[in-house]
């Protein structure tokens, strides 16, 4: 992952001094969401049953390629918070019991989109597509257990070392994925003359990240994000 990113800078470098490029920041709100898979499941199992979307951010810069008249190469490099939300209730021996959990993921992420502008306004709005490549660089998974009166809460690392459950001592509690991820992004927006732009971005991961078998999960987000390309006169 080091080798890619270094390498996106230093293309990024060369092109500048060949074509129209600009520079900027990019931050936003995410809602997150892992999609689970599980082969051969049981009749009526659902894997995603009391997962919700997890309140995450991403941030970073960006580079604003012109291509042709209206066509744009937009390549990033942004850290990006990923995860899951989980709830479930049960009631066992009369007493209702409710667990909770929080997967936390962060993620360093390479989107490149090609992007159509157009003029309207004072501005462009602006569509587009393009792949995206990360590399898990952190995570933690938070639980917590409430029933009778009472709560117990506990807290686990994510580890991106791609071991499979079988492969770990029977004492590790840790969630262990596959570090890298990669998938799609679809995003529009708006970008005033200033530099100032607004967009909105769906990102659908297509890679498998759990190391096993014999289940699969994989991350996408819907984002919102407030940008500001400083313009190459």
Same mark, same amino acid.
């Given at each position: 992952?080091?080798?890619?990113?270094? @390498? *996106? $800078?230093? @293309?990024?470098?060369?092109?500048?001094?060949?074509?129209?490029?600009?520079?900027? *920041?990019?931050?936003?709100?995410?809602?997150?969401?892992?999609?689970?898979?599980?082969?051969?499941?049981?009749?009526?199992?659902?894997?995603?049953?009391?997962?919700?979307?997890?309140?995450?951010?991403? /941030?970073?810069?960006?580079?604003?390629?012109?291509?042709?008249?209206?066509? =744009?190469?937009?390549?990033?490099?942004?850290?990006? /918070?990923?995860?899951?939300?989980?709830?479930?209730?049960?009631?066992?021996?009369?007493?209702?019991?409710?667990?909770?959990?929080?997967?936390?993921?962060?993620?360093?992420?390479?989107?490149?989109?090609?992007?159509?502008?157009?003029?309207?306004?004072?501005?462009?709005?602006?569509?587009?597509?393009?792949? =995206?490549?990360?590399?898990?660089?952190?995570?933690? *998974?938070?639980?917590?257990?409430?029933?009778?009166?009472?709560?117990?809460?506990?807290? =686990?690392? *994510?580890?991106?070392?791609?071991?499979?459950?079988?492969?770990?001592?029977?004492?590790?509690?840790?969630?262990?994925?596959?570090?890298?991820?990669?998938?799609?992004?679809?995003?529009?927006?708006?970008?005033?003359?200033?530099?100032?732009?607004?967009?909105?971005?769906?990102?659908?991961?297509?890679?498998?990240?759990?190391?096993?078998?014999?289940?699969?999960?994989?991350?996408?987000?819907?984002? $919102?994000?407030?940008?500001?390309?400083?313009?190459?006169?």
């Amino acid at each position: 992952m080091k080798k890619n990113v270094l @390498l *996106v $800078i230093a @293309l990024l470098g060369t092109l500048s001094t060949y074509a129209q490029v600009s520079f900027g *920041v990019k931050a936003g709100f995410s809602s997150a969401k892992v999609k689970f898979d599980v082969d051969n499941a049981p009749a009526g199992f659902d894997p995603n049953e009391g997962m919700s979307r997890l309140p995450a951010w991403h /941030a970073g810069l960006i580079a604003d390629i012109q291509l042709a008249d209206n066509f =744009y190469l937009q390549p990033g490099l942004m850290a990006s /918070a990923k995860g899951v939300k989980s709830k479930f209730e049960e009631t066992i021996e009369g007493t209702k019991v409710s667990m909770e959990s929080k997967i936390s993921l962060m993620y360093l992420e390479v989107p490149v989109n090609f992007l159509y502008k157009h003029e309207l306004g004072s501005g462009k709005i602006f569509g587009g597509f393009g792949p =995206y490549v990360a590399y898990g660089i952190g995570g933690k *998974v938070k639980t917590k257990a409430t029933g009778g009166g009472n709560s117990a809460s506990e807290d =686990y690392k *994510v580890k991106f070392d791609g071991k499979k459950d079988a492969d770990l001592p029977a004492n590790d509690e840790d969630l262990h994925l596959k570090g890298l991820d990669a998938g799609g992004n679809f995003i529009v927006g708006y970008e005033l003359k200033s530099g100032l732009l607004l967009s909105v971005n769906y990102s659908l991961g297509l890679v498998n990240t759990d190391p096993n078998d014999n289940s699969s999960s994989k991350n996408n987000y819907f984002g $919102i994000s407030l940008g500001y390309l400083l313009k190459k006169k």
